[in-house]
């Protein structure tokens, strides 16, 4: 009787804990079905049960659930690792800016201008704007993983360019080809990390992207205060070489083998990243249907673009990349020291742009602990409504400044403004963009409008930064920041107005933010049929 009553609690204890379960394969060995289902009617459930064994069932169940929404590491580590391709970007950025100095005083050994250094850092943005299109339209026949691991091959070159560069064209070439690598990964990292995220955390693992840049911006700068431009130069080349052996400890997402019809390996790809396995049989299905649906509704690519989530999507993958490149942020850190000094700070130039780097780094990796619980749209519009205020303010400091009014008194104010404004930018309008790319638009045109995003967002980069100067010749340096004020102003009615808030929201869901229910696409294949 003991023995009956111990093997009937045994059984109960499974069917609690499998009654957390989802549905598996019978492939999946790793987790046996319990061998009977019980219910209400059952002798287990008499009140000769222990209270104790009662409450030690519930806790383990809890603990089981808790474990089953909880065991997500793999996804973290994929991330960190495929989002160096942002770090590897960040030192491309930031190159010129440690660099320049360098160049200038001939440590090349041969003649750079003022000039040519302008070109130097410009022809890095073009480079990008290339490679988004290329990457658009590889990124479906040769997959993510691969992509990246080849990306590095054009880096590698880029650096050796600029590393035993004869000339100021070779450092343009090799700016170019380093350039085009990070145009590349813009696309194609955002898109990798969105598609092997589970929803909950979708939105943390979108925004290491742009903590990976911050950080290789901080990077370039500490390795440029402390080695000339060669040193740093290798430096920034070890990166790519890391980045490549790091790639080939994760899969391939999950996503394009099922686009191939390779159930099997999307199978063994899903395994990797959802822990405990029992996750795998119910999303690998809910994906296949999914691309199905997209299958069974495909249009020509014209006709794709036409769709109301396709248009949506566009205007509001456009309007925050303009608002997150023409609201100040270049304008900020290019004047950084220029602020510094305004306030009758001490703090060199170098020391400056390295706490920046860290307040930009600090900032960031706040946004990927908030913006899964604060939500996208939050964030955006406190991050536009400071940025305005701080231009706002800095402008004002400048215009006093230049009509000699005693600014004595708010001597704090400019330094005050651009600290709000990096920590504001880097927690909003910094990385959320990016990560946005990866959420909004429906996947049959993903690729295309994600390239389409990223050439106009560093069409905006090369445009701020060859012609700021000129700008602020122009109209001076009071009126440019009151001019990005305009662009906060404008940016606050766009995010109130027009960006949906897509935390926690499937990709299916998000379309139907967008308006999918509505897309003309089912209209016209009902025609068809």
């Not at 790091?246 to 391939?252: D, G, H, K, R, V």
């Amino acid at each position: 009787m003991f023995e009956s009553r111990s093997s009937r609690v045994r059984d109960y204890d499974h069917h609690v804990a499998s009654s957390f379960r989802r549905p598996i394969d019978e492939d999946e060995d790793e987790v046996t079905p319990p061998e009977k289902v019980y219910n209400e009617k059952s002798p287990l459930f008499n009140k000769t049960v222990p209270k104790t064994i009662i409450i030690a069932q519930q806790i383990a169940a809890e603990s089981l659930e808790t474990q089953l929404n909880t065991q997500k590491g793999n996804q973290y580590l994929a991330a960190l690792i495929v989002t160096i391709g942002g770090f590897i970007m960040g030192t491309t950025l930031a190159w010129t800016a440690p660099a320049g100095p360098m160049m200038e005083n001939g440590q090349y050994g041969f003649q750079i201008t003022l000039e040519n250094v302008s070109w130097i850092a410009s022809v890095m943005p073009l480079g990008a704007i290339l490679g988004c299109p290329v990457i658009a339209g590889l990124v479906n026949k040769l997959g993510r993983k691969h992509l990246m691991i080849m990306l590095t091959i054009p880096t590698l070159i880029g650096w050796a360019m600029i590393i035993w560069a004869k000339s100021v064209v070779w450092i343009c070439a090799g700016r170019f080809l380093t350039g085009f690598s990070s145009g590349s990964f813009s696309v194609i990292v955002p898109l990798y990390t969105s598609e092997i995220a589970e929803k909950e955390i979708r939105g943390t693992l979108g925004t290491y992207f742009q903590l990976q840049v911050n950080a290789g911006i901080l990077f370039t700068y500490v390795i440029g205060s402390y080695f000339n431009v060669f040193g740093l130069s290798i430096a920034c080349a070890i990166v790519p070489v890391i980045y490549m052996c790091l790639m080939f400890l994760i899969p391939e997402s999950p996503i394009f083998y099922l686009m191939k019809g390779n159930v099997e390996k999307a199978r063994l790809s899903l395994k990797f990243f959802r822990k405990p396995v029992v996750h795998v049989h119910q999303e690998l299905n809910t994906m296949q249907s999914a691309l199905a649906k997209i299958e069974r509704e495909r249009v020509p690519i014209t006709k794709a673009f036409q769709t109301t989530p396709a248009k949506r999507g566009l205007i509001l993958g456009l309007g925050v990349m303009i608002f997150q490149q023409f609201t100040g942020c270049n304008a900020v850190i290019f004047y950084a020291t220029a602020i510094f000094n305004a306030t009758g700070s001490s703090i060199g130039s170098n020391t400056s742009t390295i706490i920046i780097g860290i307040m930009a780094v600090v900032s960031t990796y706040v946004s990927t602990l908030v913006v899964d619980k604060l939500g996208r749209k939050i964030l955006l519009l406190y991050s536009i409504v400071a940025m305005g205020i701080c231009t706002f303010l800095i402008g004002g400091f400048f215009y006093a400044k230049d009509f000699r009014y005693n600014i004595s008194s708010i001597g704090f104010i400019p330094l005050m403004s651009l600290c709000i404004f990096i920590i504001l930018f880097s927690i909003g309008f910094g990385p959320i963009p990016w990560m946005l790319m990866g959420e909004i638009f429906p996947a049959q045109i993903k690729g295309i409008a994600s390239s389409i995003v990223c050439m106009s967002n560093w069409l905006f980069v090369f445009l701020v930064t060859k012609f700021f100067t000129s700008l602020v010749s122009a109209i001076y340096l009071y009126n440019t920041f009151w001019l990005f004020t305009l662009f906060s102003v404008l940016g606050t009615f766009f995010v109130v107005f027009l960006v949906p808030e897509t935390k926690g929201k499937t990709m299916e869901e998000i379309q139907e933010l967008l308006g999918a229910n509505h897309a003309p696409l089912l209209t016209e294949n009902q025609n068809d049929a």
